[in-house]
């Protein structure tokens, strides 16, 4: 599909989404857990798990012609209040110099063994 980035997951069939849009010079970036890349698996460690995410977010942002330096919005979803600290402090490394605005939220993730879901939108005009 034109405009639509795809990470190849049985889940985007199933639930009929895209792992990213384009629209124009901005893309929109599914929510996005932090599975490691290689096992599938979820890390025990939160900070990982976000780790992950946003490295499986920038390839899909490299994919539409951009990086992580063009975010503009943050939204975090963690399971757990414990798991805010460590994740806030991945959050910091990666975007101290870009400061996208940030949203996050403690909710239920609706994959067993995830503590964080992180969903990005950027700007290529960025």
């Known amino acids: ?8 997951v049985p889940s985007e069939e ?3 989404y895209a792992k990213a849009v384009i629209v ?3 893309v929109y970036v599914s929510g ?13 460690n939160a900070a990982q798990q976000a780790r992950n995410a946003l490295a499986s977010i920038d390839k899909a942002l490299r994919q ?10 943050s939204r975090v979803y963690v399971v757990d209040q414990a798991c805010t600290a460590d994740v806030a402090a991945v959050l910091g490394e990666v975007f ?5 605005t940030s949203t ?10 995830a503590k964080v879901e992180i969903e990005i939108t950027a700007s290529l005009e960025c």
């Not at 599975?35 to 979820?42: A, C, I, M, V, Y």
């Not at 539409?64 to 919005?73: C, E, F, I, M, P």
Request: glycine share 16%.
């Open 1 to 8: 599909m034109k405009n639509r980035i795809f990470a190849g």
């Open 14 to 16: 199933m639930a009929g």
């Open 24 to 26: 124009g010079t901005t």
């Open 32 to 44: 996005t857990t932090g599975r490691d890349p290689d096992t599938g698996n979820f890390p025990d």
């Open 64 to 73: 539409a012609g951009g990086s992580l330096a063009n975010a503009v919005v």
């Open 96 to 100: 101290r110099d870009i400061r996208p």
């Open 104 to 113: 996050m939220l403690i909710c239920e993730i609706p994959a067993p063994g």
